[in-house]
């Protein structure tokens, strides 16, 4: 039975524990999501033999922080309440509004100077133990004990992966997270959540039959929205004329009109900005040429412009691509899905300007340096080149638009996360299971244009890649980075099963730096972002009358029965 529910690429369990578990330092655990329900304990860590493994060999001093949007897989009381929540969707950075309150929470447990016992451990886990937990760990040993950025990621790498499996971290907007929180970190730890509009997406190279979408986080980080999907009215199509005049002259003008504040960077600030840079093309896995299997050369150049206002509620921003070919019988063919995220408070030079980020800029990215499906490096056919955005935020529009988000000092409290259903749910995204391939012919998409023909997609691999399994690669570690974990012993030590009590330390980094003159005045948020309702946004209605993640096919406009893709 196990054989036949167990996934092709098994996790590297330790011969006597039994666990799939690593220590990445001494007091933090990175481990895959424990299950206390079948099939998934019969092939995942079953709850109470973790439970058993850390009472044996860290009694009363040990608590979990958990980071799964689709549900734990077990009750809180059966790890004794001690459970720290802040879920978000599989295979995506967090909203970095809850960045503060994580590193906060894990700072409070492990250096609690009214501890009875020292040895306290913190354990992380999403669901393979990977991606969500990695960026979580490395974050921490980046702003709350002081280390560089590439040596968090060396080390998560080297305790938690199998050699020759890559990188512990290799989403390419996970690392670019990473590099937004060793910014943080550096700068005072102040971050300025706004509403952000989208203005234009700039795509060169686009090739037929490509779904361009833009999504961000509601519901405290667990659900990504769909926010808008372009139609054929709302590109413009430019010729080879006209782009080799250059007329992506809106985009040039863009650039222009924030050289002023530019030239006020300073040498340090450059820099940063080009590692923030590097990192982005980082990510472990290099572009194969088997991502480009069936691909024509050529393409258009589009600018995308929205007919109406595309507003997201937080500085987190997702531009997603799809592309589908024709197919009969209320098929479609998908022969390439990949996807980008940004946040425009660091792209706009935020943490090096005192927290006052520019109002207006452009993201910029590669084909090949965005993410591809479910994590891995995969994305199919190529679907474009090269893409711009040019945002806008809205803070000047009136007041309340902003927010400054601090960690949480001593005596200050540490909020966590709504949890999602233990029991499981689709992860607040639709889109986390898709792939390459076949498939039904969604609503969303009934009347999107498609390619002319399936030929690209004939070549691709129809069996499952080995980037698509999440605990591919993974191995155990003890705390001294030892490959061998010893059995656990004893009796159960112990435990309250009561929510641990947490105070605060002052931040180890300069989280009383002076902010920019411009954010004087302005409300410090210390417990979180606030939650802001699609209701509050351009043209928005409540998210509550929208029960279904369906239902959120505009984003917080009405779902439209006569949505007309471009071609």
């Known amino acids: 039975m196990v054989s036949i529910i167990q996934p092709r690429h098994s996790t590297l369990r330790h011969p006597e524990a039994g666990l799939d578990l690593c220590y990445v330092t001494d007091n933090i655990i990175a481990t895959s999501g424990p299950s206390s329900t079948y099939p998934q304990r019969a092939y995942r860590n079953p709850t109470d033999a973790l439970v058993r493994f850390l009472d044996s060999k860290h009694g009363t001093n040990w608590a979990i922080w958990e980071f799964r949007a689709e549900g734990t897989g077990y009750p809180d009381s059966e790890v004794y309440n001690r459970i720290r929540h802040y879920p978000w969707p599989d295979h995506h950075p967090p909203p970095f509004a809850i960045i503060p309150n994580i590193m906060a929470s894990m700072r409070n447990w492990l250096k609690d100077p009214a501890a009875k016992h020292d040895g306290r451990v913190v354990v992380v886990h999403c669901k393979a133990g990977k991606g969500r937990s990695g960026t979580v760990a490395c974050s921490y040993l980046i702003s709350e004990e ?275 259903d233990w029991k499981g749910s689709d992860g607040g995204y639709e889109g986390l299971g898709r792939d390459l391939g076949l498939r039904v012919q969604s609503p969303s998409s009934a009347e999107a244009s498609k390619a002319s023909s399936i030929k690209s997609s004939q070549s691709e691999k129809t069996a499952t890649n080995e980037d698509d399994d999440p605990v591919v690669g993974v191995k155990a570690h003890g705390p001294d980075g030892e490959e061998h974990i010893p059995r656990w012993g004893g009796s159960l030590a112990a435990a309250s099963e009561s929510h641990v009590a947490s105070s605060s330390l002052t931040s180890p980094t300069g989280s009383d730096r002076t902010r920019h003159p411009a954010l004087e005045g302005m409300v410090e948020i210390v417990t979180g972002a606030k939650q802001i309702s699609t209701n509050e946004l351009p043209g928005g209605m409540p998210e509550e009358v929208m029960t279904d993640s369906k239902e959120h096919l505009l984003g917080n406009l009405k779902k439209s029965n006569d949505v007309n893709f471009g071609s």
Do not use: C
């Open 146 to 420: 002081g280390w560089a950025a590439e040596d968090a990621l060396k080390r998560f790498t080297e305790r938690r992966m199998r050699q020759g499996f890559g990188a512990g971290i290799s989403i390419p907007s996970q690392m670019r997270w990473i590099g937004y929180v060793d910014r943080w970190a550096k700068h005072g730890k102040l971050y300025v959540e706004r509403q952000v509009e989208v203005l234009e997406v700039h795509v060169w190279g686009l090739r037929d039959g490509v779904k361009v979408a833009v999504e961000g986080f509601v519901d405290e980080g667990r659900t990504i929205k769909l926010f808008h999907v372009f139609t054929k009215d709302e590109r413009i199509v430019m010729d080879d004329t006209a782009q080799s005049q250059g007329t992506f002259a809106r985009l040039a003008d863009v650039k222009g009109d924030m050289r002023a504040a530019w030239q006020q960077r300073t040498p340090q600030m450059d820099r940063a900005a080009q590692q923030n840079r590097n990192e982005t093309l980082q990510s472990g896995d290099e572009p194969q040429d088997g991502d480009q299997t069936g691909t024509e050369s050529g393409g258009s150049a589009v600018i995308f412009r929205p007919s109406t206002r595309v507003v997201l509620p937080s500085n987190d921003i997702n531009i997603d691509f799809e592309r589908r070919n024709k197919a009969a019988y209320g098929w479609t063919m998908v022969t390439s899905v990949a996807h980008v995220w940004f946040n425009a408070f660091f792209e706009g030079q935020g943490p090096e300007n005192g927290g006052f980020a520019g109002s207006d800029g452009v993201f910029e990215i590669e084909w090949g340096a965005m993410d591809g499906i479910r994590g891995s490096s995969r994305k199919g056919t190529r679907s474009l080149d090269r893409l711009a955005v040019v945002w806008r935020a809205l803070d000047g529009e009136r007041e309340g638009l902003s927010q400054i988000i601090r960690e949480p000092k001593q005596g200050e409290p540490v909020p966590e996360t709504s949890p999602a």
